[in-house]
């Protein structure tokens, strides 16, 4: 039974060891410009969210960003992005449109190109990487990742000390018990 008690404790010591250490952080990966993509003349390019451009620009998967229009602090982070609007010139005429870092809405085949809504239409196929309306600095996406920090020697070595303790505990206990039974 004391054992059983020293293997849980053990356990449950090595969780709330680990638990602060791999917890996950917020960092900063790099900006784009809404217009650092393709042209959409002559060739409609490939249409993208905010998450699926920064995945395209800095690697791994869309869901795994973030994206903000304000800056590269994480305590801003707004989960918007800047996008290029088909055929309509912006908000307030400033060539660009805020709207969800996961907003999509594409043309056939995923394209940026006429999707049927009207010229001039806000609902027009949308892109956070492409060079069209959206032109500028004024017009700049911020990418955030989550990281998942890995445990610091000092905490590895506490866990193994610990079952290295318990190890020799285990082997004491059975030792004892077979001198009973003996």
Same mark, same amino acid.
């Given at each position: 039974?004391?054992?059983?008690?020293?293997?849980?404790?053990?356990?449950?010591a090595?969780?709330?060891?680990?638990?602060g250490a791999?917890?996950?952080?917020?960092?900063?990966?790099?900006?784009?410009?809404?217009?650092?993509?393709?042209?959409?003349?002559?060739?409609a390019?490939?249409?993208y969210?905010?998450?699926?451009?920064?995945?395209?620009?800095?690697?791994?998967?869309?869901?795994?960003?973030?994206?903000?229009?304000?800056?590269?602090?994480?305590?801003d982070?707004d989960?918007?992005?800047?996008? #290029?609007?088909? =055929? @309509?010139?912006? &908000? *307030?005429?400033? !060539?660009?449109?805020?709207?969800?870092?996961?907003?999509? %809405?594409?043309?056939?085949?995923?394209l940026?190109?006429?999707?049927?809504?009207?010229?001039?239409?806000?609902?027009? #196929?949308a892109? =956070? @990487?492409?060079? &069209? *309306?959206?032109? !500028?600095?004024?017009?700049?996406?911020?990418?955030?990742? %989550?990281?998942?920090?890995?445990?610091?020697?000092?905490?590895?070595?506490?866990?193994?000390?610990?079952?290295?303790?318990?190890?020799?505990?285990?082997r004491?206990?059975?030792?004892?018990?077979?001198?009973?039974?003996?």
């Amino acid at each position: 039974m004391r054992v059983k008690a020293l293997l849980a404790a053990a356990v449950a010591a090595a969780t709330l060891a680990t638990a602060g250490a791999a917890s996950a952080t917020i960092m900063f990966v790099g900006s784009w410009e809404v217009d650092d993509g393709p042209d959409y003349w002559p060739n409609a390019p490939q249409a993208y969210t905010g998450q699926q451009a920064a995945a395209l620009l800095f690697g791994g998967n869309a869901s795994d960003y973030q994206i903000s229009t304000v800056d590269n602090l994480v305590a801003d982070i707004d989960h918007m992005a800047w996008y #290029s609007v088909y =055929a @309509y010139g912006g &908000d *307030n005429g400033s !060539g660009g449109a805020k709207f969800a870092q996961d907003y999509s %809405d594409k043309g056939p085949g995923g394209l940026y190109t006429d999707n049927g809504a009207g010229f001039g239409s806000r609902n027009q #196929s949308a892109s =956070a @990487y492409v060079n &069209d *309306n959206a032109g !500028g600095s004024q017009f700049t996406n911020f990418a955030f990742v %989550d990281v998942v920090a890995i445990p610091e020697p000092a905490t590895w070595a506490l866990l193994l000390t610990g079952f290295f303790g318990m190890g020799a505990t285990l082997r004491a206990s059975r030792r004892r018990a077979a001198a009973i039974r003996a």
